[in-house]
């Protein structure tokens, strides 16, 4: 399978038919024998093969740092792809110099990863402080240096371009002024819009459909190669809007997006924090909310979330559609109601009410960057301290992302105290069937759903919850 696909390697334009879903890094590597950018781990752990990838959004054009080990080529297209060569000027950029002047590289194998990534929050972000910069580049890491040194750079930097009064300029320009970024970067934003725009096509037909491709790439690289594929980006499903007091989320939108969307952040305030522990921020900027939903990993965090948010799915194919609730979706491990000619097209749910409170918990073997052994959501709508509705969903505890339907039911009509938890713990562990894996034992993931299931509680009433009594 080939076809052309057209964009900006650094200041270079790029027009090649190999087969899409050949990797970024491998291109980057093997065809333009651009060494700077790193093979470590494949997986998106390690953030060596970091690059920046710069797309028109709204008219403007707007980047992010991506793990090019996962991403397709094919999603590459009409894109600017920036490597650590095209940071480079005739001398170390104040980024690059920064991490000489604090020893942050030893080996320097991950180095042009921590460059990017950095570089990219620069970019992006006209008022920076040291937590959102150290954020940016938590997708890296380093074998060799500790990480000291590199934060101490991260706040260099973050010291360093708020010193220069940046705000009133456009931000690119004012960046190759003060030679942060080098002097081609002001062509590419026309540059990219001159690029013909392909139409969005929801045409499906028998390939294999990547969005992000941040699990598929994992496990299934080689094979995608004899395949054809197409890419979820061009079915034009990148929106979140509100119809009728329903949150109508586009399948392609990535966890990113997702994350800091307006829509959702006066909504669900607390989900910008909690999304943090999904994954590193190069792969929240590629993964979308439908693959990982179609992903149906049984602790996957966004099928958790949209389970408690009683969330439907609009599915299409050539000439139909139809909806159906997430919660019939998933019917057994890695297995799901959709046939090889349809797509999720929206993610669909109610906006909360003012009695409505919501809230995510997740359990994993390191805080950040690691998947759940347990995760839970509860959605709950009360007044005059009864629960007038509830849904609770979980993770890590059954074949599938789990909608606790039986527990849901009971709370509905109870008053909110201990008392109610104690009682609807009994119900929980009547609901799931963990088994033991290197998460953790079937008994050790049972007493971890019980304790979120009262953190949901007492983080949402800690005036009506009496912790003693759930000790």
């Known amino acids: ?36 950018t790193k ?45 650590i ?7 170390l950029t104040p980024i690059q110099e920064e991490f000489n002047n604090e020893g942050a590289t030893q080996c ?8 990017n990534s950095l570089t990219g929050y620069v970019i992006e972000h006209k008022e920076l402080n040291n937590i959102d910069a150290e954020t940016s580049i938590a997708g890296n890491i380093c074998r060799c240096t500790g990480y000291s040194s590199i934060k101490r750079t991260a706040e260099n930097v973050v010291e360093k371009i708020n010193s220069l009064n940046l705000e009133s300029q456009s931000r690119i320009i004012a960046l190759v002024e003060r030679d942060i970024l080098p ?20 045409c499906i037909s028998k390939s294999t459909i990547i969005g992000g491709g941040t699990d598929l790439f994992v496990q299934h690289a080689d094979s995608l190669m004899n395949e054809d594929v197409s890419f979820a980006k061009n079915f034009g499903l990148n929106n979140i809007q509100v119809i009728d007091n329903e949150c109508v989320v586009g399948a392609s939108i990535t966890i990113e997006e997702f994350k800091n969307s307006e829509i959702i952040k006066k909504h669900f305030p607390s989900l910008m924090k909690q999304l943090e522990m999904f994954a590193s921020l190069p792969i929240r900027n590629s993964a979308t909310i439908g693959g990982n939903l179609v992903n149906a ?66 359990v994993s073997k390191r805080t950040y960057l690691d998947i ?51 009682d609807a713990l009994n119900i929980v562990q009547s609901e799931i069937s963990p088994i033991s894996d290197i998460r953790g034992s079937a008994e050790y993931k049972r007493i971890l759903l019980s304790q979120l299931l009262k953190a949901h509680f007492i983080k949402l009433f800690p005036e009506l919850i009496d912790v003693e009594v759930l000790l």
């Open 183 to 202: 002097k081609y970067f002001l062509e590419i934003e026309e540059k990219l819009k001159s690029f013909d725009i392909k139409p969005a096509n929801k």
């Open 39 to 83: 093979e470590g781990c494949r997986e998106g752990d390690c953030g060596a093969c970091t690059v920046l990838v710069g797309e028109i959004n709204n008219d403007q054009l707007k980047y992010k740092s991506v793990n090019s080990c996962l991403y397709p080529i094919g999603n590459a297209d009409g894109k600017h792809v920036v490597t």
């Open 372 to 422: 759940a052994s347990v995760n839970s959501a509860l959605n709950i709508s009360v007044t005059n301290r009864i629960i007038n509705s509830a849904h609770l969903s979980a993770g890590g505890i059954a074949p599938i992302p789990l909608y606790l339907s039986e527990t849901s039911n009971f709370l509905k009509g109870k008053g909110v105290s201990s008392e109610t938890i104690l």
């Open 108 to 115: 320097g194998f991950c180095t042009p990863g921590f460059v």
């Open 297 to 362: 990993s049984p602790i996957g965090d966004s099928a958790i979330i949209f389970l408690a948010l009683n969330a439907k799915l609009r599915i299409c194919n050539n000439n139909n559609f139809r909806i159906i609730n997430l919660n019939q979706f998933h019917k057994g491990y890695k297995t799901f109601d959709l046939y090889e000619d349809e797509i999720i097209e929206d993610i669909i749910f109610q906006l909360p009410t003012e009695n409505e409170y919501f809230n995510f918990e997740k």
């Open 1 to 36: 399978m080939a076809e052309n696909i057209e964009f900006f390697l650094n200041a270079k334009k790029i027009s090649t038919n190999v087969h899409p879903a050949k990797t970024l890094l491998d291109f980057i590597r093997v065809d333009e024998s651009l060494k700077g």
């Open 85 to 91: 060569e095209g940071l480079n000027n005739e001398r």
